[in-house]
Each structure stands twice: as structure tokens, then as C-alpha cells.
């Protein structure tokens, strides 16, 4: 640390030192362009009796506007505007003393003119060379042996950055050797000394031409499907691909080339960036406990972390799982460790141990993310699906409403849009249960959340896949023309928290979760990013349609009456839409019928009868009841 302020100080020293001699020479030169090529000896006496003010004067106003406090190595733009701006301002002091200093009265005022101009050719030129001795011996060194050649795609703000930053870190060992883009104006000009060399047809070609080691996507608005062309082009040129992330992934920090990274799945789905009200969100999740059920689970841990960074008076972590919750708490003791925590090992299907949680922990927030989700699984075992899906998160709501909380979100799902399979029957009969809750004389908001696919989460079909290719295949699909909405869990949890603070009461918001995806083209991607060709070192296998699956999903039904919010992700619906006013009492009848088919005198439950009898509840209530 020493010898990095030494270092600056001894720069420093020096530039002022040159600034210093060359104020006054500029000032000599400035009298000899006046008299041409003289210098009279009644001029000199006369700048010899205001040389001190006149030199201390120049360094102060340099000094002051931060002439000394520059990495002039990465000048730009911008520093040439700060250069001009301090001479400009030194000469009007110049002119200031020689037109009121009485020790300067008759000093010709020409030579303010001259010496003005020359100042800024000496101080800014010298910074100039400063530059170019620095991009000089980065091209230099950029072009040294075991340095991979880089071809950038995109000659837009991103490209440019991307180039002046490997030009400016040389030690990364990657130089442009070109630029491409499917701009024709842009042919043949050069972005920091880099030429655009063709479009992205010519790849090819331009990688047998310039003998690249790796292709820099540097387009980050750019649509999935350019970048998926470019992918395809150097998978077959055997290049490797990176890119950079869009803007709004680094916070607003500067893109270095540590952001440079490879091509990632959520690059090829393209997703718009998540814009939150992070005021908003603040004000009615700091200092409050909060509880989060489901906290072992892909949606419950991220809720977790992220509810975490808003400073929680107390953040409640329930699960059944206890490995799952507890590597949640682990992360958050090493990330945020000074966010209070509670672990709770608990069953959401136990009502009394429910209501002693809700008791003692008094939360003020509850996110319900515990859930039973796999469709296949649940058309098997129906019964599993209502003891925790419905039953399970009506402990939870009422708990939440005996005991005080202010907000309970349920995170849902695009299944129980018109469902067709028992998980999507359980989860719309679970936002039915719990906005059923909602009215004049309860105090706590009761709003459900509905959203698609989430990448990468835990049985998803993303790390199925990837689990496949590891295995040298086959990909197995169920229909070439299934699609789902995919969104990755960051965002999903950011515009559920976003969702909770506007909610009222009563209501459904759902995501925008952009254009479905066909699953056999995000297969095909993914093998691509593994580096093999779909159908030729990867197969690709249809096994048929699953039960309880269908073709497509929908965030909402036709039904219910649609609505933007202030949000433009986030879209809303009457919870209730086409229920019977008397939803209440029903609701409680049907759930009752359902409980005596999984927990009365039988020892079998029926599984046909008592999916029906779901099925029914969710579409009919009063059937279910009667």
C-alpha cells in the first residue's frame, strides 16, 4: 500500500513539475510568436515580477480540476474535455493578471492568446502521449505469443467496450483482431483501432481470414435468436463462444472484462431485465419477520436470500426438509450474516404445529412456497397432493390470519390455470381456499402468484436434460410441440416480492414471463452449449406425453378479468372471477368431503374418486359439497 501512494505521489509530483515548465516556457514561446522570434528585455522584466502568482495560479486551477488525479493511460472523451476546460480557465486567469495586476501593466495582451494555445498543445499533448505510449504497449503485448485472437460480434456501445477493455488489460492474454456486424455503414471503420471486418454470415469465412480463437458476443440487446446464430456458426468453425451480460445484470456497474463469460441457457431464452421499486419493497419487508415455508426448496431458499438483502427483523425458515433449509441457512449465514435467522422443522400438514409457529414467531409476512409439484407423480398419488397443496396451505393461511400477519403471498403456477392434472387442481383449489379468506374484517392481504417454469429449479426439466448429455444421451422430450414459460429463479422471486407490496387483498398477479418455449428447441440449445450437435453426437428421443401434462400452459384463464399494474411484468386478475358469491361456505363443505375420503374409517382411498371429487371442487364447488 505504501508503494502504491508513493507510486501516485511521485506521478503526481512529475506531472506537476512539467505543468510547471510548461505554463512559463508557453509564455516565452507565446512573446517570441508576438515579436517575431524576439524576446525584448522589457517583457521579460516585467513577466520575472509576476511569474510566481502567475505559475502558482496555473497549478491551483489544474490541481482543482483534477489534472492530477487522472489515469491518463485510459484517457478519453472525457479527460480531453477536463484538459480544455483548466487551460481555458489558467488563461482567463492570465488575462485577469495582466489586465489588473499591478506588476503586469503593460505586458502585451496578445500573448495570452498565443500562450493559451500553447499551453493546451504542451499539457494536453503530453497526456496524449501518455495514452498512446500506453495503447502502443498494449497492442504490442496483445499481439504476443499464447495471447487467444478474439473476433467481436456487435460494434455497438457494448463492442466498444469490450474492445477498449481488452486493449486496456492486456494480461487477460485476449486481443481483437476484428469486429463484426450487420450494419453495412459500418464496414471498414475502426472502433478503438479495431476494424469491422464483415457481417455475421461471414463468419466463416472471416474466421479462416483472421484465424480466431474465440468469438465475443457483445450485443446484449440483441434477440436470443442472433446469438443463436452465432453459436451455431462457431460450433461448426470449432470456436468457443462467450458474451456479455445485459446491463441491467451488473447493478449499474461499469462491464469489465471479468463479465466476459461463456454463453449461458438464459441467453438463448432471452429475458427482459427485472426493473423493482426497491423503495417500495423495503417499506414493507425491513424490520419485520418474515416467514418463508418451503425455505429448502429452489423458490423458497432464493425467497430467502432475497428477503434477506431488505433487512428482516427476524427471517423464519420452515421446512419439512431439514437438509434442504438448513444449506439454505448456511448461504445466508455466510452471505448475510448478520440478518437474524430462525430454522423451524415443521410440517405444513400439521395444523397445531402450524399455529404454535404463527404464535410464537408473530410473522408479518408470510411467503407460502411449500408445495408439491411434480405433475406425474401427483396424478399417481392424488391424495399427497390435497394433504399438502390444499389442506396443508389452509393451516397455513388461517394461522396467518389468527395470529395478525399483514401480507401471505401463495406462490402458484401456470398448472392451475384450467387444470388438467391433480398438482394444477390442488394448487387452483389452494388460491381458491386462500383468497376465499380475503374481507372486510380480516387484516391480512391474501394474494396468490402465478408463474411458469423456473430454470434450473430442483426436478426441473433443465438439470434432467443436463443430466442426460453428461450421460452421452438420449435427450428425452415427450412432444415435439410442448412449450412452457421459462424464467430463471432470480427474477421469478424478485417480481414475487415486487408483487406482494402491491397487493390489496383478493388478488391474482401473474408474470410476464416474455414468449413460451418449444422444449425440443431448448433441449437442442442445450446440447449445443454441452459443445455436441443435436441428433448427431445427441439424440434426441420423444417418449409421449406424460399424465396430467398437456401441450401448453397459460398464466390466466379466459374467465377471469385481466389487468396491468404499475408493474409491466406484472399483470392482475379477481382471484375469485366466476366463483358463487357464497364461495365460502361451500368451499368449506367441499374441503370437508375431501377430508373424509382421505382421513376417515376406510383404510384405501379410492385414488379415481378422489381426484374426481378435486376436479370437481375446483370447477364446481357446490358439486363437491352436495
Same mark, same amino acid.
Given at each position: ?15 506537476? *513539475?512539467?505543468? $510547471?515548465? @510548461? +505554463?512559463?516556457?508557453?509564455? /516565452? %514561446?507565446?512573446? =517570441?510568436? !508576438? ?64 489586465l489588473w495586476y499591478p506588476a503586469a501593466r503593460g505586458f502585451p495582451r496578445s500573448v495570452v492568446i498565443f500562450t493559451? *494555445?500553447?499551453? $493546451?498543445? @504542451? +499539457?494536453?499533448?503530453?497526456? /496524449? %502521449?501518455?495514452? =498512446?505510449? !500506453? ?86 440487446? @440483441? ?339 385481466l389487468s396491468p399494474t404499475a408493474h409491466p411484468r406484472i399483470w392482475q386478475a379477481d382471484g375469485l372471477s366466476g366463483q ?47
Amino acid at each position: 500500500m505504501k508503494l502504491s501512494i508513493n507510486g501516485q505521489l511521485g506521478r503526481r509530483l512529475l506531472l506537476m *513539475a512539467y505543468d $510547471l515548465g @510548461a +505554463v512559463n516556457v508557453c509564455v /516565452l %514561446l507565446g512573446l =517570441m510568436l !508576438r515579436f517575431d522570434g524576439a524576446l525584448p528585455d522589457r517583457y521579460l522584466g516585467i513577466y520575472a515580477q509576476f511569474v510566481f502568482p502567475y505559475s502558482t495560479l496555473s497549478l491551483l486551477v489544474f490541481f482543482l480540476n483534477g489534472l492530477y488525479h487522472r489515469l491518463w493511460q485510459f484517457a478519453s472523451i472525457g479527460e480531453l474535455w477536463v484538459i480544455l476546460r483548466a487551460v481555458l480557465m489558467q488563461s482567463m486567469l492570465f488575462a485577469a493578471l495582466v489586465l489588473w495586476y499591478p506588476a503586469a501593466r503593460g505586458f502585451p495582451r496578445s500573448v495570452v492568446i498565443f500562450t493559451g *494555445a500553447l499551453v $493546451l498543445l @504542451a +499539457v494536453g499533448g503530453f497526456r /496524449l %502521449l501518455w495514452r =498512446m505510449t !500506453r495503447y502502443l504497449d498494449s497492442v504490442t503485448r496483445g499481439r504476443g505469443a499464447g495471447h487467444r485472437r478474439v473476433l467481436i460480434v456487435g460494434a455497438g456501445e457494448a463492442g466498444a467496450t469490450v474492445v477498449k477493455e481488452l486493449r486496456n488489460h492486456p494480461e487477460v492474454g485476449m486481443f481483437p483482431v476484428g469486429i463484426v456486424d450487420d450494419d453495412p455503414r459500418k464496414r471498414g471503420l475502426r472502433l478503438h483501432g479495431v476494424k469491422v471486418i464483415g457481417c455475421v454470415e461471414e463468419l466463416p469465412k472471416l474466421a479462416e481470414e483472421h484465424d480466431p480463437n474465440e468469438v465475443v458476443f457483445a450485443i446484449p440487446s @440483441a434477440p436470443p435468436s442472433k446469438l443463436r446464430e452465432v453459436m451455431g456458426h462457431c460450433q461448426r468453425l470449432g470456436l468457443k463462444l462467450k458474451t456479455m451480460p445485459g446491463l441491467y445484470e451488473l447493478l449499474g456497474g461499469r462491464v469489465t472484462v471479468d463479465h466476459i463469460r461463456p454463453v449461458q441457457l438464459e441467453d438463448l431464452l432471452g429475458r427482459k431485465p427485472v426493473e423493482l421499486n426497491l423503495e417500495q419493497i423495503a417499506g414493507y419487508l425491513g424490520n419485520q419477520t418474515v416467514l418463508v415455508t418451503g425455505a429448502g426448496g429452489s423458490i423458497g431458499s432464493e425467497l430467502c436470500r432475497q428477503v434477506a438483502r431488505f433487512r428482516p427483523e427476524l427471517l423464519v425458515l420452515l421446512d419439512h426438509d431439514e437438509n434442504g433449509v438448513f444449506e439454505t441457512a448456511l448461504t445466508l449465514d455466510a452471505d448475510m450474516p448478520d440478518v437474524r435467522k430462525k430454522i423451524v422443522i415443521a410440517d405444513i400438514r400439521d395444523r397445531t404445529k402450524i399455529a404454535h409457529v404463527f404464535a410464537t414467531y408473530k410473522p408479518s409476512i408470510t411467503f407460502h412456497a411449500a408445495a408439491h409439484k411434480h405433475v406425474p407423480l401427483m396424478e399417481e398419488h392424488p391424495d399427497e397432493a390435497i394433504k399438502t397443496n390444499v389442506l396443508g396451505t389452509r393451516n397455513v393461511a388461517e394461522a396467518a390470519r389468527e395470529h395478525g400477519c399483514k401480507h401471505f403471498v401463495l406462490i402458484s403456477t401456470d398448472k392451475a390455470v384450467n387444470p388438467t392434472s391433480v398438482m394444477g387442481a390442488s394448487k387452483r383449489l389452494a388460491e381458491i381456499t386462500v383468497l376465499g379468506m380475503n374481507g372486510d374484517d380480516c387484516g391480512t392481504r391474501f394474494v396468490a402468484v402465478r408463474f411458469g417454469n423456473v430454470i434450473g429449479s430442483r426436478g426441473s426439466v433443465v438439470p434432467i436434460f443436463q443430466a442426460q448429455i453428461a450421460r452421452g444421451g438420449p435427450v428425452t422430450v415427450t412432444h415435439p410441440e410442448m412449450t412452457r414459460y421459462f424464467m430463471t429463479t432470480p427474477e421469478a422471486v424478485q417480481l414475487v416480492i415486487q408483487a406482494a407490496a402491491m397487493g390489496k387483498g383478493g388478488e391474482i398477479f401473474a408474470l410476464d414471463m416474455g414468449e413460451p418455449v418449444k422444449i425440443v428447441d431448448l433441449a437442442e440449445n442445450m446440447i449445443r452449449l454441452s459443445g455436441y450437435e443435436p441428433g448427431k453426437d445427441i439424440p434426441i428421443v420423444f417418449t409421449g406425453i406424460r399424465p396430467g401434462e398437456r401441450l401448453s400452459e397459460s398464466v390466466f384463464s379466459g374467465a377471469e378479468s385481466l389487468s396491468p399494474t404499475a408493474h409491466p411484468r406484472i399483470w392482475q386478475a379477481d382471484g375469485l372471477s366466476g366463483q358463487p358469491e357464497h364461495i365460502g361456505q361451500l368451499l368449506a363443505e367441499g374441503l370437508q368431503s375431501l377430508e373424509r375420503l382421505l382421513f376417515g374409517s376406510t383404510t384405501e382411498v379410492a385414488a379415481g374418486r378422489l381426484e374426481r371429487e378435486l376436479h370437481a371442487l375446483v370447477a364446481y364447488p357446490v358439486r363437491a359439497a352436495d
